[in-house]
């Protein structure tokens, strides 16, 4: 609340032009955001904001008032340049909150300013592919608590899968977050003052930490999400609390992209019954994913050995699967039949590999085209990518290979 009263205060002191005070009355409503103000070719920061862009970006500070008693600090940035400064901001665990002129800037009057979006860590890939990390999630983890019980709806912005959990102590949820490693976690207001959380979250797995308030009916907002008239098709209707997490998730979320969510259709409970439970110290102690003694994220761990992919899909499927070990036998056998049966013909493997290099992401491409944010690029990017898919299965039913087919569930027209 001190931010938004600061605020006011400097609309007061200073005879502001019709432009900045468009500026304080955003920087009002998103107090917790670096704001990225749209004016003509610049996205320009103010005050509090160009000290942070001078931090963290490096570029200098000027005033916009420089003859005035009491200047305002001023940093921007070239409106094509976003595409570098953006991401430097958001990884140093920023909210930024990006201001367009929504009107005709050749129309006479004051330009019109809104906020279009806000872009965290977790949602920094929807801006573009140049944002986007091969193989990382994008996951974004809500969590509310209920005496000793601790409940999380996550959802991965990159795929769309939605899933809820429940914990029953904390170490188990600690567990959690460090295998699916969210990009941020949204926690309850009345976790605010859990100092034992967000220790864990800040200080051991570094962790971007927001804090979110949902003051709807939970029920009633997943009821109009999905447009459905109870939930006892995703076996929630009974589930107070795996409700208020994914409430709590699906207000943060449409709260920041301004945008409908229509490409989350679906959500369920996480069950780990088909895989093998592996504690947080196994995972460290096995280098399966993180290096402890090089302190790298992938460098010499089991995942950077065998992932050798093709797509940045299969690569992040790839992390999955080595923290989440199948082990059930019937599914194990039948992965190691389709392997084994692209291992006998060196000659169709290395030519499906070699198409699969022109595969795009087309998870996060579609989840683009839903929330009207696609670029032309994108959509040639996804004609490409069906194409070469449809082309992988034409090889394969003309290798003649019918046990391989059988395996793959390819059907012969």
């Not at 005033?63 to 990884?91: C, F, M, Q, S, W």
């Not at 009821?223 to 994914?246: E, V």
């Not at 944010?373 to 990017?381: C, E, H, I, S």
């Not at 290798?399 to 395996?407: A, D, T």
Request: contains cysteine.
């Amino acid at each position: 609340m001190a931010k938004k009263n600061n605020t006011k205060e400097k609309t007061k002191e200073k005879k502001i032009t019709p432009a900045m005070a468009q500026y304080y009355e955003m920087k009002e409503a998103n107090p917790d955001c670096v704001l990225f103000f749209r004016m003509w070719d610049f996205y320009e920061m103010f005050d509090d904001d160009a000290h942070i862009a001078h931090k963290v970006l490096w570029i200098n500070i000027t005033t916009r008032n420089k003859n005035a008693d009491n200047p305002t600090p001023l940093a921007g940035i070239p409106y094509h340049a976003r595409e570098k400064y953006l991401p430097i901001l958001v990884n140093a665990g920023y909210k930024v909150a990006i201001a367009e002129q929504v009107s005709d800037p050749s129309l006479k009057g004051i330009v019109k300013r809104d906020v279009v979006r806000i872009v965290t860590p977790a949602t920094l890939s929807l801006e573009g592919d140049e944002y986007s990390a091969w193989e990382e999630s994008n996951i974004i983890v809500a969590i509310i608590k209920e005496k000793k019980w601790y409940w999380i709806s996550y959802t991965d912005i990159t795929s769309g899968a939605w899933k809820t959990w429940e914990f029953k102590n904390f170490d188990d949820l600690a567990t959690a977050l460090y295998k699916m490693s969210p990009k941020e976690v949204i926690l309850d207001k009345n976790l605010f003052w859990e100092e034992q959380i967000k220790e864990i979250l800040s200080k051991k797995f570094s962790l971007n930490i927001y804090y979110f308030e949902f003051r709807w009916n939970a029920k009633e907002k997943l009821l109009n999400h999905f447009n459905i008239k109870n939930l006892q098709c995703f076996y929630l209707d009974d589930k107070w609390l795996a409700q208020s997490s994914s409430a709590l998730l699906l207000e943060y979320l449409e709260t920041n992209q301004k945008s409908s969510l229509d490409f989350l259709n679906s959500i369920s409970f996480e069950s780990f019954d088909e895989f093998m439970w592996i504690d947080e110290n196994t995972i460290r102690n096995l280098d399966l994913i993180y290096n402890m003694a090089t302190k790298s994220g992938t460098v010499w761990t089991l995942f950077w050995v065998l992932n050798t992919t093709k797509t940045s899909m299969w690569a992040r499927m790839l992390r999955e699967q080595v923290i989440k070990p199948l082990q059930d036998i019937e599914a194990i056998n039948t992965r190691l039949n389709i392997i084994e049966e692209f291992l006998k013909d060196a000659i169709l493997l290395s030519k499906v590999r070699d198409k699969l290099r022109m595969v795009s992401d087309i998870d996060l491409i579609l989840n683009r085209l839903a929330l009207w944010r696609a670029m032309p690029k994108d959509l040639l990017n996804l004609k490409k990518s069906l194409e070469t898919v449809l082309e992988v299965f034409e090889l394969i039913k003309t290798s003649e290979n019918k046990k391989l087919i059988k395996l793959l569930e390819i059907e012969e027209k």
